[in-house]
């Protein structure tokens, strides 16, 4: 799948998507981000049991895999419990890769709910100032 893009996501509106992870095998979401100060947020919950969960930044599509930068080591979450947050910083242009990962499952296949939003800082200019 072709990665995303701020603009797509911001279109995603309020809509969850879902992925469908099968037993043994991982999940990528990577988006593409051209400008810095950006953040990106996600919430996600899975079913039936846990998922691993990881960011990772690489500067182009030329980065190996194994050269990328990781932002959020890869954690096992219990969102099958709870609903899990997070979010992170751009501060470099480049692909932000978001990794479901089942691979420690050998049986049971999973689905992952997901909501992505990008929020752009806000930059007081005083313009509102009398």
């Known amino acids: 799948k072709l990665p995303l893009t701020v603009e797509e996501i911001t279109n995603f509106g309020e ?3 879902e992925l469908f992870i099968k037993s ?13 100060g950006l953040t990106i947020s996600w919430i996600f919950s899975s079913d039936p049991k846990s998922i691993s969960f990881s960011v ?3 500067e182009s599509e030329d980065t190996p895999l194994d050269q990328c930068k ?3 080591p890869m954690t096992r979450c219990n969102s ?6 997070g979010q992170v910083k751009v501060r470099n242009p480049g692909i932000y890769t978001l ?12 689905r992952v709910f997901y909501h992505l939003a990008v929020e752009r800082p806000v930059i007081y200019d005083g313009s509102d100032f009398p």
């Not at 099958?80 to 947050?85: D, M, P, Q």
């Not at 990794?99 to 999973?110: A, G, L, P, V």
Request: hydrophobic letters at 35%; zero cysteines.
């Open 24 to 36: 043994s095998t991982y999940s990528l979401i990577p988006i593409t981000v051209t400008e810095t």
């Open 80 to 85: 099958h419990k709870e609903t899990i947050r």
């Open 56 to 58: 990772v930044y690489q």
């Open 15 to 17: 809509s969850n998507r």
């Open 99 to 110: 990794i479901f990962d089942n691979t420690f499952s050998r049986f049971i296949s999973k």
């Open 70 to 72: 990781v932002l959020i």
